[in-house]
């Protein structure tokens, strides 16, 4: 959820700037500061998740983080969804369920 919140965060602070805000200035806006410290706190979670588990169970479970960053836009932000990225994002949440019913092995 850091990484869907975080990325929701910086897409809302960003598209919610005003008009003559520098990048600087966009960059410093409280929703921007906060996407960019639960990516932090997501990037250091799944460092922690990689020294656990299989780089093959990890990358794909924790990519269902993209499709509900998709549907996040679409519900939140009014983004479009193409039937193109409806299909990819069913795809998406296949393939991490379907790695996602399989037991990681520690790899140590």
Aim: no cysteine; proline share 4%; net charge positive.
């Amino acid at each position: 959820m850091a990484n869907v919140v975080g990325n929701f965060s910086m897409s809302w602070g960003m598209k919610h700037r005003g008009p003559e805000e520098t990048l600087l200035g966009a960059l410093l806006n409280p929703w921007v500061l906060l996407g960019i410290g639960l990516l932090i706190f997501w990037t250091l979670t799944r460092i922690t998740l990689l020294s656990l588990a299989d780089l093959s169970y990890v990358l794909p479970v924790t990519s269902i983080g993209y499709a509900l960053s998709a549907l996040a836009g679409w519900q939140f932000l009014g983004e479009r969804i193409s039937r193109e990225r409806a299909m990819g994002i069913a795809l998406i949440t296949f393939g991490a369920v379907l790695v996602g019913r399989t037991a990681p092995k520690a790899s140590r």
